[in-house]
């Protein structure tokens, strides 16, 4: 008895200590609203950072160590991509406990987080200011070569043209409207943490969790002097999207590849004499030869087919005979080339530690015949590890290197000599010894493209290193303290190469052999501490964080140009027997930069944000080193109000309003005096400016966000801003001594307007579809300018002035229509007319629009169809009636202005607006995806066209086939040419729709995947990719998304660039 006492003793007292040292488990499910159970869902205990991902049932259980299982309250979260998470506080008991989850599907993405223009993550409902963010399962459907292309067509605002289609090159990049008359407008970079000084053609686009875009001052003054241009902020993949506790390998194949989108045609007829059997005859009549010519006697003595005596003239309407077969010289010189990319990642996701590793090698052959294009090799490692509670830290590591093959440089420009070609040539036509012929055409003026690409090597090589550190301590529950310092480096080699005994059709310093050879390196190194405080009194949440950031950044760049070369095939400088020429540049910036921001939100509704941040930067004059920037903003959610209505059909409405300043960095030489050296005589350049600052950018954000039935979500804004200080060259009297000076010398502004719409159209067990609707609308224009007006851009064809619309175009306006045609008393007080060359007095009788829309002279009595009829061709007609021969017949006639001048306004390059429409149908396993993407107005100069008139190889110029009534003579596109004058005739309408992207994919159940292969096989996708794949539009080029100049969002040029093809690829991806 006494024994059985003492045992019932020793577990009564040893019962509490058995209890305390069991661990607690935790286990449920995770399913959604149709309670189909979630694969890979995590559920994770916040503060011990503890927990499992859900099996293929959508189970999960895991483990708590007894010595962590207390019985106090901790936060277990679930949470799932594409899903509203859901938190719930629990009290860990030792045991077991169930913790069912049912996610709701966030179709709206209002609890999506965003980092960007913000002092902590934020949800999207929370934003009293447009922060757009496009995540990874957007991106990957159709990924871009360049990673910046994947927001065109997807966000309202944000305005992306290719200079070429040259395989890595990079994208002008514009968000609203235009911020600088002489700077960029490209947005701040910005990399996991690492503020970028280069482009984004080295970062790979497969590696990107998210892209976030602000896109004006009212979102962005939070980076300050930086930030004018708004920001686009790219954040990789990491371990941590990982199901907790698994290892994750991705293996991605793609191939296909590049092709253009269509022909071009050319004039393929010619207004050359030739005999009865088709031979061309020299000016005696007799069949042409020469050394070069061909045997059709086609070549130098050829003589035009003029007709008339006084002014004779000629028509590109003869066939080419006795010549065999036409070459097509672009189906000729444009290739298919093949695109491929290999993608490896390993990813791992545990308490302590995850990592996310990949590799990328990218090929983009492009379209050109003997070329390499691009490829690019990328490995990327990321790393987070928690250390304890309240510490942690997390790296970020990236390496790129890329080979690109650059047919078009300096000096070297096949596709222009390409348009000069005569079909009668073949540009692979090669001599005895087995070279191709560098003037293919005998007539041409220009080198044999293919002749440039396979004798002149140019090739640019460049690598990139990124890296990232960052350190998190958080001392108490509503304070942490954070260290980051980031590295941006980038190597580029350029070599051009064109080996003795190089060709060209005039003598040319490369004839003896040139190498030139640039290299330049960009380091960027950035360091920031940041406080930030977070504290909830009932339901008023505050925040405030402080922050001390510095940026250094150094840039060196060298070249050398080496004439005449002592032996062939060696691209060394030890080979250079000539002259050489050397340059060098060398730049160094600093910035420190320190904010102070505040926010609170009451009870979910009431959102107001402060900011005050202050610069101080060596690219400001010595006066005004240090400026300031501020934002104040505040978002009212009307839907979370006890009386507001709408709530069963409209859960979320917001009003939101945010402005906000942000600044734009002079140049580094613009505070500066400068001087210019040559021949050893030192020659005064422009004076410095110790009060020079940076331009300001105030910005007006007013929006409204909705959300509907779970379905619908929509966001209209209206941005105004206004971009003073700006940094313009203004002359100066000559008792200065230097001819100009960098001032704060004007202003822009600008009104933009967006609206987005994303509709969840379908939503079943199987079935669903969703299409998203972006639309945007921008103008601008030159308020203030304090200097003389001057012309800009491409061609010269922009024109900038106090009181113009950014964009607009001047040159020479073509008289369309009688009416134009009125006597003027010139502003010298003169009599003249509007018609350049038309007498006062004249008779409107005289003069008819042509079949071309252009008013010509005609003569009384006559018809612009009279002109073979009546051999009026190369003659003078009567226009006043007085008998005399006062204009050419049919020729088109430039309008004058008041001064007598033939300039003023004949073209917009800004668009009306922009449109974007995207569909993703998902039916069972599969998947349709497309975007369509549109401009609508705006206009471009097809310069490209305007060359093809000077020697008659546009289709334009080709009169074979047409009536005597309807041809014109080689003299009249001649006119049309007027030896490359901006005229309006080579403005073309920009509109056009675009298909961009097109994905048709299969994803394998994973239930079919755990019967066919077990737990080995996680996911396994096929898919058909393509891109750029229609174009429907009026313009005669190849393509109307076109721009040149430094800033080809708004210098809509067409200049003989790289055209852009489309791609067609495959792509296997599987998960382990």
Same mark, same amino acid.
């Given at each position: 008895m006494l024994r059985k006492l003492l045992a019932a003793a020793f577990v009564v007292v040893l019962a509490p200590s058995l209890a305390f040292g069991q661990a607690a488990v935790i286990t449920g499910s995770v399913t959604d609203g149709d309670g189909q159970p979630l694969i890979g869902a995590n559920v994770v205990i916040d503060e011990l950072v503890i927990g499992s991902a859900t099996d293929l049932d959508g189970r999960y259980s895991f483990e708590v160590p007894a010595a962590q299982a207390r019985g106090q309250q901790v936060t277990l979260r679930s949470r799932f991509v594409g899903f509203s998470p859901q938190m719930r506080v629990i009290t860990l008991n030792p045991g077991t406990q169930t913790q069912d989850f049912v996610l709701v599907l966030d179709r709206l993405r209002l609890d999506e987080v965003v980092v960007t223009g913000v002092?902590?993550?934020?949800?999207?409902?929370?934003?009293?200011?447009?922060?757009?963010?496009?995540?990874?399962?957007?991106?990957?459907?159709?990924?871009?070569?360049?990673?910046?292309?994947?927001?065109?067509?997807?966000?309202?605002?944000? $305005?992306?043209?290719?200079?070429?289609?040259?395989?890595?090159?990079?994208?002008?990049?514009?968000?609203?409207?235009?911020?600088?008359?002489?700077?960029?407008?490209?947005?701040? @970079?910005?990399?996991?943490?690492?503020?970028?000084?280069?482009?984004?053609?080295?970062?790979?686009?497969?590696?990107?969790?998210?892209?976030?875009?602000?896109?004006?001052?009212?979102?962005?003054?939070? @980076?300050?002097?930086?930030?004018?241009?708004?920001?686009?902020?790219?954040?990789?993949?990491?371990?941590?999207?990982?199901?907790?506790?698994?290892?994750?390998?991705?293996?991605?194949?793609?191939?296909?590849?590049?092709?253009?989108?269509?022909?071009?045609?050319?004039?393929?007829?010619?207004?050359?004499?030739?005999?009865?059997?088709?031979?061309?005859?020299? $000016?005696?009549?007799?069949?042409?030869?020469?050394?070069?010519?061909?045997?059709?006697? !086609?070549?130098?003595?050829?003589?035009?087919?003029?007709?008339?005596?006084?002014?004779?003239?000629?028509? !590109?309407?003869?066939? !080419?005979?006795?010549s065999g077969t036409l070459n097509n010289n672009f189906d000729e010189f444009f290739q298919a080339g093949d695109t491929y990319t290999n993608y490896l990642a390993v990813s791992q996701n545990s308490a302590k530690t995850n990592f996310h590793a990949s590799f990328t090698n990218f090929q983009e052959g492009g379209v050109l015949p003997g070329m390499d294009g691009f490829n690019r090799k990328s490995f990327r490692v990321n790393l987070d590890h928690r250390i304890n509670q309240k510490l942690s830290f997390s790296t970020s590591s990236y390496y790129a290197s890329s080979d690109r093959d650059v047919p078009r440089s300096s000096g070297f420009n096949p596709f222009f000599g390409l348009m000069f070609t005569n079909p009668l040539a073949s540009l692979s036509r090669r001599d005895e010894n087995g070279n191709l012929m560098v003037q293919a055409d005998p007539l041409s003026v220009e080198e044999n493209p293919l002749y440039i690409i396979e004798n002149v090597d140019t090739s640019d090589r460049d690598s990139r290193i990124l890296g990232n550190a960052r350190v998190r301590y958080e001392p108490m529950e509503w304070m942490n303290v954070e260290a980051n310092i980031s590295y941006d480096r980038q190597d580029d080699d350029f070599l051009r190469f064109a080996d003795r005994g190089t060709e060209s059709i005039d003598p040319s310093n490369f004839n003896d052999g040139q190498i030139l050879r640039t290299n330049s390196v960009s380091e960027a190194l950035n360091a920031d501490l940041t406080v930030s405080l977070q504290r909830s009194f009932d339901q008023l949440t505050t925040r405030g964080q402080f922050k001390y950031q510095a940026e250094s950044t150094d840039f060196i760049s060298q070249s050398i140009t080496g004439n005449t070369l002592t032996s062939e095939g060696i691209a060394d400088f030890s080979n250079v027997n000539g002259d050489k020429i050397v340059g060098s540049n060398e730049q160094t910036v600093r910035l420190d930069g320190l904010y102070a921001t505040g926010g609170i939100d009451y009870a979910d509704k009431y959102i107001a944000d402060v900011l005050v941040r202050r610069d101080g930067s060596s690219l400001f004059g010595s006066e005004e080193r240090w400026q300031t920037y501020y934002r104040v903003s505040g978002a009212w959610r009307i839907s979370e109000e006890s009386f507001y209505p709408f709530g069963d059909w409209m859960e979320e409405f917001k009003l939101r309003f945010s402005q906000g300043t942000a600044g734009g960095r002079p140049g580094f030489q613009a505070q500066y005096e400068t001087f210019t050296l040559s021949n050893g005589q030192l020659s005064k350049g422009t004076l410095g400016n110790a009060f020079l600052k940076p331009e300001l950018q105030t910005e007006q954000e007013f929006g409204m966000d909705m959300g509907i039935m779970n379905r619908v979500s929509a966001s209209l804004v209206y941005a105004k801003a206004k971009v003073e200080d700006q940094l313009l060259v203004v002359p100066l009297p000559g008792y200065f001594g230097f001819g100009s000076q960098w001032q704060n010398a004007g202003a822009i502004e600008s009104n933009t307007v967006e609206f987005s719409l994303d509709v969840n159209v379908l939503n079943g067990a199987n079935t669903s579809l969703d299409m998203g609707l972006v639309f945007d609308r921008t103008r601008q224009e030159i308020t203030e300018f304090n200097t003389n007006p001057y012309k800009t851009g491409p061609q010269s064809a922009f024109y900038y002035r106090e009181g113009e619309q950014i964009g607009a175009m001047y040159g020479i306006h073509w008289l369309d229509d009688v009416a134009a045609l009125t006597e003027q008393t010139l502003d010298d007080g003169s009599a003249a007319t509007t018609g350049s060359g038309v007498p006062t007095g004249f008779d409107p009788s005289a003069f008819q629009v042509n079949d071309d829309g252009l008013l010509v002279p005609v003569g009384i009595g006559n018809s612009y169809t009279d002109g073979i009829a009546k051999s009026l061709w190369g003659e003078r007609v009567d226009v006043d009636g007085d008998g005399d021969g006062d204009m050419l017949f049919g020729m088109p006639i430039k309008e004058l202005n008041s001064e007598g001048q033939n300039f003023q306004q004949i073209g917009d390059a800004l668009a009306d607006f922009n449109l974007g429409l995207s569909t993703n149908l998902r039916w069972k396993g599969f998947n349709a995806y497309m975007l369509w993407n549109a401009q609508v107005g705006g206009q471009v100069y097809n310069f490209t066209k305007q060359w093809a008139y000077r020697d008659g190889r546009h289709e334009d110029q080709d009169q074979l086939g047409k009536a005597d009534g309807d041809k014109k003579p080689a003299q009249y596109y001649e006119a049309l040419y007027d030896a490359t004058a901006v005229n309006d005739w080579y403005f073309e309408d920009g509109t056009y729709v675009k298909l961009r992207e097109l994905s048709l994919g299969y994803t394998v159940p994973r239930a079919k995947l755990q019967s066919w292969f077990g737990s080995s096989l996680y996911g396994l996708n096929i898919s058909l990719i393509g891109r750029n794949l229609l174009t429907f539009s009026d313009y005669t080029g190849w393509d109307p998304d076109v721009g040149d100049g430094g800033d080809a969002t708004l210098f809509r040029v067409d200049n003989f660039d790289y055209p852009k093809y489309r791609t067609f690829t495959g792509r296997v991806e599987i998960q382990f």
């Open positions: 002092s902590s993550a934020t949800p999207a409902k929370k934003l009293a200011f447009t922060v757009d963010k496009l995540d990874a399962s957007q991106i990957e459907l159709a990924p871009a070569a360049n990673a910046v292309q994947s927001l065109q067509g997807k966000v309202a605002g944000v $305005s992306i043209t290719q200079t070429s289609g040259q395989p890595g090159d990079g994208a002008s990049v514009r968000l609203r409207g235009t911020t600088s008359l002489t700077g960029s407008s490209a947005p701040m @970079y910005i990399v996991d943490g690492v503020i970028l000084t280069g482009g984004l053609a080295d970062i790979d686009a497969l590696d990107i969790e998210s892209i976030e875009v602000v896109k004006g001052a009212a979102a962005s003054s939070l @980076y300050g002097s930086r930030a004018q241009n708004g920001v686009i902020q790219i954040t990789t993949k990491r371990g941590g999207n990982v199901a907790f506790n698994q290892t994750r390998v991705t293996f991605r194949n793609e191939f296909g590849s590049n092709q253009l989108p269509g022909d071009f045609q050319a004039n393929n007829a010619h207004d050359l004499r030739v005999n009865a059997t088709g031979d061309f005859v020299n $000016s005696d009549g007799v069949k042409n030869t020469c050394e070069t010519c061909f045997a059709n006697g !086609y070549g130098p003595g050829t003589v035009t087919d003029d007709i008339g005596a006084t002014n004779p003239v000629s028509f !590109y309407d003869k066939a !080419y005979a006795n």
